[in-house]
């Protein structure tokens, strides 16, 4: 049950019983199936805590988690290093954190302290299908059916009356749009087809969804390089999930994102993909064209994101695919840089036109088709 404290909202709230007293705890849901990365909830709470602080001396946080996987628990527990001013602690939903795991000791009240009080859930009214629509949507600015249903695991059919349906309820708009552009100076262009984008009502809808109280500023969670959306690059950038999907059927893929800024480092994925192969929690990564560059550029700047994908990747314990999507001298000038690989990793080549194709997954060994 959502809560108010101020002008902020958490998702419930708890007294913790422990031996010498009661917690003040507000609880913070995360669910990694809602269209963002890990790494991008530390500011947000950062802003919800600083209220907290002011509000409620003494009280405490509770983030859970719910995901299919352990990588991205892990990943919000790193991301939250930098710690609040307050006591906090980050579990998976399902499991109740004791004393000492907290970040330090939470203050202990004689009696459990009453209830803050409740708020209702805008949210609660939409299906499940629809908030990761809107939640895909609001990341993405706007984009097309087939984007959309790749990035939220939604098949293709399912995506179209989710739509339908926001657009019934006004949260979501099909229209030819207006160009981002990264030069200002020049006259505005059109997006070359209708997208999909969303309205001032459904980013609101998502931004309650994420957490993020009103007037609360989340707008760091947009995919970077708008001025790309439109462009092949971008749209075989989002159909990343659905073309692992298609390639490895077998293969559970639970969500992935484009344009991913990764923490501690420079190098960016085209896209990022998460899921589980043969019992492994795996991160599939993906890098497409580069054939503007040249060939030396192009074996040092994959030298480059390999390290700090391996680094990445080993830093909790989640295996890594790979992949350059691109045309053939690309592939071969990339595969030159890949080298003798861990036994954790593999690396798949394959080309861009060929839409859902990919050669098999060898760890330890660059495969292409």
């Not at 939409?126 to 990761?132: G, P």
């Not at 007037?215 to 692992?244: M, Y």
């Not at 490895?248 to 969500?255: A, G, K, L, M, S």
Request: aromatic content about 10%.
């Amino acid at each position: 049950m959502t809560v108010r404290l101020g002008d902020v909202t958490f998702s419930d709230w708890i007294s913790l019983k422990f031996e010498g007293g009661y917690t003040d705890t507000f609880i913070f849901d995360i669910d990694a199936l809602n269209g963002l990365p890990p790494f991008d909830f530390h500011p947000l709470l950062q802003r919800l805590v600083a209220e907290l602080d002011k509000k409620r001396p003494g009280a405490s946080l509770w983030i859970r988690v719910t995901s299919p996987g352990e990588w991205y628990l892990m990943e919000v527990k790193r991301s939250m290093t930098a710690g609040f001013s307050i006591p906090y602690v980050v579990t998976s939903k399902d499991k109740t954190p004791d004393y000492r795991s907290f970040s330090f000791g939470p203050r202990l009240f004689s009696s459990s302290l009453h209830h803050p009080p409740k708020v209702d859930d805008e949210i609660s009214s939409f299906s499940r299908e629809e908030l990761k629509c809107l939640q895909v949507l609001t990341r993405n600015r706007k984009g097309i059916e087939e984007e959309i249903a790749s990035l939220t695991g939604l098949p293709e059919s399912m995506t179209y009356d989710v739509l339908q349906r926001l657009q019934k309820s006004k949260m979501v708009v099909f229209k030819l749009g207006g160009q981002f552009q990264k030069d200002k100076s020049k006259p505005k262009k059109m997006d070359p087809y209708w997208m999909w984008h969303p309205t001032r009502k459904g980013v609101s809808v998502a931004l309650r969804s994420w957490g993020a109280s009103n007037g609360v500023d989340f707008s760091g969670v947009k995919e970077l390089n708008p001025h790309l959306i439109g462009t092949s690059h971008r749209t075989n950038s989002r159909r990343w999930p659905a073309w692992l999907r298609s390639a490895y059927p077998q293969v559970e893929i639970w969500t992935g994102w484009t344009e991913v800024q990764l923490p501690e480092t420079a190098v960016r994925p085209d896209a990022l993909a998460w899921g589980r192969i043969q019992g492994f929690e795996t991160l599939f990564w993906l890098e497409l064209g580069d054939g503007h560059k040249k060939r030396k550029d192009i074996e040092r700047i994959t030298r480059i994101r390999l390290a700090s994908a391996l680094e990445f990747c080993q830093q909790t314990g989640v295996r890594l695919v790979y992949a350059q999507v691109s045309p053939k001298w690309v592939q071969k000038a990339a595969g030159m840089a890949l080298g003798p690989l861990p036994p954790d990793m593999a690396a798949v080549m394959a080309n861009i036109r060929r839409f859902g194709k990919l050669p098999t997954i060898e760890w330890g060994i660059v495969t292409s088709i």
